[in-house]
């Protein structure tokens, strides 16, 4: 297995030179923001010696990738865009980061992304905006936009990125690449400062890293290297994820939840859904459509009172002021108590609720091993920065008509809350010219499958697409 990479994704040579693809396309984006130049082509040198020496090479050997800028990376800013760690310089490596530099990758740079990771758009104080490669009026959607905006560019190998609350999925899909919304727990967070003060250990229920590239084969290697358990565990625990349930797409038992009333989607993204569709039954795939085995509007009340509790724990942080905010202006018709102070009793009632959740999906995917669905409800939209504490201002257009902004979060919620793995992968384009993608979720520890079926899908309806002028 290897990463497809175009040559001119190679770090900076040895004498120093620029990279003149990297800085003749990146200010199109701006999407790699942070950089250690240095560090890298001191990195790159010394892969070459190893190539030399005839040492043992690892699964990245010298394969140049970026890291979402929520993540430590020792000797590399790293702000979580936010403007009150800006001048943060990291110590050591989040374990995750590790894993890939343990495998030969060499980090260049860290990539854009909102402030506390808390927005479908990337742009902040620090680094500024980044623009979608396919459109600069439009945004690459978050929070990991500048990962998969950098990637759709040609300007970094392999991303590693996170996702609560669609973080992965939505840019992956406003992009045109793939990206795999790993199952909770199997890939290690410590080191992450998304929303959190450098150094914090505690972990976020529903939040897990996971990797981005332009081919399902780079989900599938940056898998391999990412999963397994965290240094506390390593002693007694070993990870050994099931094999894909099937190998073809003849083979996959396919579920299919192509739109919903309670969050319809845009008519010319549900064409696209449905011709994939039919691509993937001509293959000789059994396909049931229908919905899960748990509503929208049922895993919505669910998964967002949850999202809410999780940032109560840290209320006082003004990094989570608009949640507060959010959940005073719709706390009532969301069912659930403006404070976010959480007794243990109603945090353990909503777990149970969702626990029993849970079981109906499990239940679900004994007949079927794949659900597919969109990621949003929309394609890339264009950039909209007002100030927006609890995304009641903004609004986006689905078939000529304004719809809230905070719709985006409703087709996140069944993987989410769940704890499922999702991966993303490219099926189309609008009339526009935006990329299009499918979210194909799998049963909890299925990662493999998911990944898998995007692999096949590549086969038949094709992968990724350079956007124009890349």
């Known amino acids: 297995m290897f990463l497809t990479l175009p040559a001119h994704t190679q770090p ?31 990195a790159a040198l010394e892969a070459d010696r190893t190539v030399s020496r005839g040492e043992p090479l690892g699964r990245l050997h010298g394969v140049p990738v970026t890291i979402k800028d929520s993540l430590e990376v020792a000797g590399m800013r790293t702000t979580g865009g936010s403007a009150r760690w800006g001048m943060y310089v990291s110590t050591s490596d989040a374990e995750s980061v590790a894993r890939l530099k343990n495998d030969g990758a060499i980090v260049f740079g860290k990539s854009n992304m909102p402030p506390d990771a808390r927005d479908w758009q990337t742009y902040n104080d620090v680094y500024g905006t980044t623009n979608n490669p396919w459109d600069p009026t439009r945004g690459p959607g978050g929070s990991s936009g500048g990962s998969a905006a950098a990637l759709a560019a040609g300007l970094t190998g392999l991303e590693l990125g996170g996702d609560s609350a669609g973080s992965i999925r939505v840019p992956a899909h406003f992009c045109g690449v793939y990206g795999l919304r790993t199952s909770f727990g199997i890939v290690p967070r410590y080191g992450s400062v998304s929303g959190h003060a450098p150094g914090t250990l505690a972990d976020f229920d529903m939040a897990v890293l996971g990797p981005l590239g332009r081919h399902a084969d780079d989900l599938d290697l940056g898998l391999d290297i990412l999963a397994g358990t965290d240094h506390d565990r390593a002693p007694a625990w070993r990870l050994q994820l099931p094999a894909a349930r099937s190998t073809t797409l003849r083979g996959f038992r396919v579920a299919a939840w192509l739109d919903d009333p309670f969050c319809p989607v845009d008519s010319e993204l549900a064409a696209i859904m449905q011709a994939t569709l039919e691509a993937v039954r001509a293959e000789g795939a059994v396909v049931v459509e229908g919905k899960g085995p748990v509503g929208l509007e049922e895993a919505m009340a669910l998964y967002e009172p949850l999202l809410m509790a999780q940032s109560g724990l840290v209320e006082s942080d003004e990094s989570y002021a608009w949640l507060v905010d959010l959940a005073a202006a719709e706390g009532a018709a969301g069912g659930f108590a403006s404070d976010l102070t959480v007794s243990f009793r109603e945090g353990h009632a909503l777990d149970e609720r969702r626990q029993h959740s849970r079981r109906r999906w499990s239940e679900f995917f004994r007949d079927v091993d794949v659900l597919l669905c969109l990621v949003t409800l929309m394609a890339a939209f264009p950039h909209d920065q007002r100030p927006d504490p609890t995304w009641s201002v903004r609004t986006l257009q689905v078939d000529g008509a304004d719809r809230p902004y905070r719709d985006m979060l409703t087709w996140m919620a069944p993987s989410a809350v769940n704890r499922l793995p999702a991966a993303v992968a490219p099926v189309g384009t609008t009339r526009d010219g935006l990329p299009v993608g499918i979210q194909v979720i799998a049963p909890y520890l299925h990662d493999r499958t998911s990944v898998q079926f995007v692999r096949c899908l590549a086969e038949v309806i094709g992968g990724f697409r350079r956007p124009p002028g890349f």
């Open 12 to 42: 900076r040579t040895s004498d120093g030179t620029a990279d003149a693809h990297q800085e003749d396309l990146d200010p199109k984006v701006n999407a790699i923001v942070a950089r250690d130049e240095e560090g890298a082509r001191a």
